[in-house]
């Protein structure tokens, strides 16, 4: 049997003032119809140029420099444009991450369906209209027909998604590139989305090729798997011997940094492989250290951070009239205490009203009822209060996403300072700059990164100047939203790690706020999961694995990707 | 959707009270009204009674609320300067200012958006570099001077168009239009090309930036993924993409370019209310100058509301925002 597509040796290269950058070398991989090929590696693997320079669709300057990429037994290099164009779409489909990004807000889907439909078919418009609303009706969407002349905005992520997929068919290809379809989804939509994936790769007989970051989604859904490391595959293989015998070292290190599900471990593996993950920088005595100083003060009694009945909701839409007024009620008499150095976590999927609760806490919301408490001291009913103010300094927070929670215009020293500075938490300037310096080696980034910009730091390394900042208040809480779901794996491992060790030397409190159940297992002591702005259910981690209490937890633990894989398989 | 427009009609309701109400205390606080209508010699008297004739003694708003009803039926009192109504003035002059300014908006949306899909699109070719470059010429040189240059090109040297005024106009009973004669389209080009000159610029740049973003996006990869042809995705799919501040722009420049029309008008000398409002600021002649501010913002609201309508048209998210 030939395979569908064939590349060997492929070569792609992004030419910069500086050099030629090669996103791929010798890239060798191949496809058979019915089969799904997961491409797995961190970013900057070269695994999405791959999916690029099969369609010949490589950002400019990108090019391919050399190597075979045959589909159906044509090469598809050197092809002109136009040539290319019939292909696109035609004979390979392509889906892309995003479903908020990837259609035109302006077109309905019908119309969208329609003009790929009839440019690659060769339909007529009525025709072509019929077959849109066969499309939808094979990806799961209902009420087809009426769905035609809806906007983009007016379906969920999940079924966004599948028009995507509607659109990737409408061509009728023989290999769908897949790019990462999953990670902007939730856990629930996600299984369906590959679910849906892989029945249409069996039904039609197609080729698939995932390219994705997460282990997870290839051991649900990949036949065989490419590992990516730096542009080259390092190994490839069949699905249960790449996660359950991983060759390579790369492979065995990627491996072993994916959070488990199944058991809590006492540290994440550490990654060595990996370069910019544990660098070894000095570490400051926490028992003598200025940092340690309001651990050394802190009496223990009472919960660190408490909160009771909170209540808010959003308006949708205002009206003079009460009845035509929409509500969303995004958080909906929330309580729970977290006791001191206990990890908090709440978890949930998109809109279950976790995040909004941190930020109920953390000050930037008010609630329109209940009360939160900060080392027993009530700080939502009178914000301005000296106290309440005193014990909001206690309290410090980590965002989810590293580029946009750092001023690009100033220097990482006046970014970690700026706390210091405020609440003139030391005695001199030199001062403030043996704190950061300090600081910074604590975290692993090293004080010579004072006086670099945050655009000079990787995701992984922002984070860590992040958490620098958030412990330049000497707090004693930490409210970290979602701090790792925008890292790849390895990177996370080692955030993670230093969130820990923080814990257990500063003695902190910490609210842990995830989607990801697996980081939320390795984390948390208690958790609580969130639903619809309600808390379904609180219970100490371990107990919420094995014996979850509510429906809906189990419902998300069953749709935990299946890590059974990841066991090593006797040789 | 309806109840969209009436909420923006009563906000530009609102606005044209607070612009009436600045319009109006234009009288009270910009000289004497009085002394602008008697001559030297009349007596204490003679100006009293004016002062009762006009109204100038009833309370500040019952005479504020005079204005505003007289305003809506359009009554702007009596020039000081001319003796004749305003309204009849600013009818006689409207039609050259906005002859002008509706060719000028043409030329600067044709040449703008037709030049920044361009750009947007080859970002590299040497026409361009070329436009671009050029362009910058357009935002850094003030108007005047672009007026006078192309006066001494086309009127002095070449001596192909005329240098100032309105001519070649045909009367059509209720408006004086220069568009239906040769003779009018070669008066109203180059006062046309020296307003636009500055908008077609912004619109360029604008729409080029705009486009740039767009053709960035997700959803454009995703259609050329899809093997769409060139023009679906630059056309069908990016240019509608870009429209929607690209019109934002466009509707407050064609207030402006009302509003700067004064500038180009005085430069080619023509007759509209541009030229009127500067003459009527040497003479303080107040009427005239209450009654341009009116009409000013008169044409911005219409022309906001015009552009909020289409954002609607073109926008299916603001249509559920707001409906």
Avoid at chain 1, 59 to 86: C, K, N, T, W, Y
Avoid at chain 1, 223 to 229: A, S
Avoid at chain 2, 6 to 20: C, G, I, N, P, T
Avoid at chain 2, 246 to 251: E, H, P, R
């Amino acid at each position: 049997m030939t395979d569908l597509l064939e590349i060997e040796g492929l070569d792609v290269e992004f030419p910069t003032r500086r050099g030629t950058v090669k996103a791929a070398r010798g890239v060798g991989l191949r496809v058979a119809r019915g089969e799904v090929l997961g491409l797995v590696g961190e970013s900057g693997a070269g695994k999405s140029t791959i999916g690029a320079a099969i369609i010949d669709l490589l950002e400019p300057p990108g090019r391919v420099a050399g190597g075979r990429i045959d589909f159906q037994g044509e090469s598809l290099r050197g092809r002109s444009e136009a040539e290319m164009r019939r292909i696109r779409g035609d004979r390979i489909g392509m889906i892309f991450q995003d479903p908020q990004t990837s259609l035109d807000p302006l077109k309905t889907i019908g119309e969208q369906l329609v003009e790929t439909i009839r440019k690659c078919l060769g339909l007529n418009e009525a025709k072509a209209k019929a077959r849109a609303e066969q499309l939808l009706v094979d990806v799961g969407i209902t009420e087809a027909k009426t769905r035609l002349g809806a906007y983009p905005h007016q379906f969920s992520g999940g079924m966004r998604q599948r028009v995507v997929i509607a659109l990737a068919l409408a061509g009728e290809p023989d290999l769908i590139i897949a790019d990462e379809p999953t990670t902007a989804l939730d856990v629930s939509i996600q299984a369906q989305i590959l679910d849906l994936i892989k029945a249409l790769c069996r039904e039609r007989n197609v080729g698939v090729i995932i390219v994705t970051h997460d282990i997870g989604v290839i051991a649900n859904i990949a036949d065989r798997v490419c590992v990516m490391y730096r542009g080259e595959v390092v190994e490839t293989g069949d699905v249960a011997q790449i996660l359950g015998a991983p060759r390579h070292e790369y492979t065995r290190s990627l491996i072993a940094a994916v959070p488990r599900a199944d058991r809590r471990l006492p540290r994440f593996a550490s990654v060595d492989y990996i370069e910019g993950g544990a660098s070894a920088f000095r570490r400051i005595d926490v028992k003598t250290h200025w940092l340690g100083a309001a651990v050394r003060e802190a009496k223990g009694e009472g919960p660190a951070l408490s909160v009771a009945g909170l209540d808010l909701s959003f308006t949708l839409r205002r009206a003079l009239l009460p009845k035509n007024r929409k509500m969303l009620k995004a958080v909906n008499d929330v309580s729970f205490d977290v006791a001191p150095g206990e990890t908090f976590g709440i978890v949930g999927e998109s809109g279950s009203g976790k995040s909004t609760v941190a930020r109920i806490i953390a000050g930037l919301y008010k609630p329109d009822a209940g009360v939160v408490r900060l080392m027993g001291q009530d700080v939502s009913t009178a914000p301005r209060d000296p106290k309440a103010r005193a014990a909001r300094r206690s309290l410090q927070m980590i965002f989810q996403d590293p580029y946009s929670s750092l001023n690009a215009r100033m220097r990482v020293l006046d970014i970690v300072a700026e706390p210091i500075r405020f609440f003139r938490l030391a005695e001199s300037e030199a001062e403030v700059r043996r704190i950061v310096g300090d600081l910074l080696d604590h975290v692993g980034l090293g004080a010579a990164a004072a006086r670099r910009y945050p655009h000079e730091f990787s995701g992984g390394q922002r984070q860590r100047i992040s958490i620098a900042r958030a412990l330049a208040s000497r707090p004693r809480i930490l409210i970290c939203d979602e701090p790792t779901s925008a890292l790849d794996v390895s990177v996370q491992a080692t955030i993670l790690n230093l969130l820990r060790d923080l814990q257990e030397e500063l003695g902190l409190t910490m609210l842990f706020i995830s989607h990801d159940l697996p980081v939320i297992r390795q984390m948390c002591d208690r958790v609580a999961v969130m639903r619809h702005g309600a808390i379904c259910e609180i219970a100490p981690a371990e107990r919420l694995f094995e014996a979850p209490g509510h429906d809906y937890t189990r419902h998300l633990i069953d749709l935990m990707p299946s890590m059974d894989l990841l066991e090593p398989t006797p040789a | 959707m309806v109840a969209f427009i009436l909420r923006r009609l009563m906000q530009s309701l609102l606005v044209m009270l607070a612009v009436s109400a600045v319009s109006f205390s234009l009288f009270n606080f910009v000289g004497d009204p009085v002394n602008n209508m008697v001559g030297q010699d009349a007596t204490r008297e003679q100006r009293q009674q004016i002062r009762v004739e006009l109204g100038l003694e009833d309370p500040i708003l019952v005479q504020y609320s005079r204005f505003v009803g007289n305003m809506v039926q359009g009554e702007f009192g009596v020039s000081y300067r001319i003796r004749r109504p305003v309204e009849d003035l600013i009818m006689e002059r409207l039609p050259a200012t906005l002859e002008l300014v509706f060719v000028s908006a043409i030329l600067a949306m044709g040449f703008g958006i037709a030049a920044g899909v361009y750009t947007g699109i080859r970002r590299n070719s040497w026409l361009s570099r070329v436009l671009l470059s050029t362009s910058l010429v357009g935002v850094s040189l003030p108007t005047f001077i672009i007026g006078i240059g192309l006066i001494y090109l086309f009127a002095v040297h070449l001596r192909i168009l005329p240098s100032s005024g309105r001519s070649g106009t045909v009367d059509l009973g209720w408006w004086k239009t220069s568009l239906l004669t040769r003779e009018g389209w070669a008066s109203i080009l180059l006062p046309a090309i020296t307003l636009s000159l500055f908008q077609a610029t912004m619109i360029l740049r604008l729409v080029r930036a705009e486009m740039m973003e767009v053709m960035r996006t997700d959803f454009i990869k995703f259609a050329r993924a899809r093997g769409l042809s060139e023009r679906a995705v630059n056309f069908g799919h990016a240019l509608k993409n870009t429209l929607v501040p690209v019109i934002t722009i466009i509707g407050l420049n064609i207030g402006n370019l009302i509003a700067f029309s004064v500038i180009t008008e005085t430069v080619f000398q023509w007759p509209g209310t541009g030229l009127m409002f500067i003459q009527s600021v040497d003479f303080v002649d107040v009427p005239i100058m209450s009654a341009y501010l009116v009409f000013v913002a008169l044409m911005f609201v219409i022309i906001n509301l015009v552009v909020d309508i289409l954002y609607v048209a073109i926008d299916p998210r603001i249509r559920i925002g707001s409906a």
